[in-house]
């Protein structure tokens, strides 16, 4: 059973930075491409920031771009999301997302808009001023 397991979530100040963690598990392949979504109360759902495993690029949504940062720990089998100089407009539940084809010849292209297969619980971040 595949599971996205995100933490980290929490307020933190305007200005200030939190990093949010996702494990997975449940695969035996490597993911092909994963990412940040969110989400936020009467908006539509954005990609936040994206990594293109398979050629090792990233893509942040240009309202994040400079202030968060995505990476990957393959030994712990985890993602990160760093999020630094925080502002009010980032209050959102965050979600992890994964995909074993997005990227990969036939399976559509890995980016910000991509359709993603699965996807975590989610986790809320609230930023107050």
């Known amino acids: 059973q595949v599971q996205l397991v995100e933490s980290g979530g929490g307020s933190a100040q305007a200005g200030g930075s939190l990093t949010l963690s996702c494990v997975t598990s449940g695969i035996r392949d490597n993911w092909s491409c994963m990412g940040w979504f969110r989400q936020a109360s009467g908006k539509e759902r954005e990609g936040v920031a994206v990594f293109y495993t398979n050629v090792g690029s990233t893509y942040y949504a240009n309202s994040v771009k400079g202030r968060f940062a995505i990476s990957q720990d393959n030994a712990r089998n985890t993602m990160y999301l760093r999020m630094n100089s925080l502002k009010p407009e980032d209050t959102a539940t965050y979600y992890c997302?994964?995909?074993?084809?997005?990227?990969?010849?036939?399976?559509?292209?890995?980016?910000?808009?991509?359709?993603?297969?699965?996807w975590g619980q989610g986790t809320p971040v609230t930023v107050f001023s």
């Open positions: 997302v994964a995909d074993l084809r997005l990227g990969t010849y036939g399976g559509g292209w890995c980016g910000l808009s991509s359709n993603f297969t699965y």
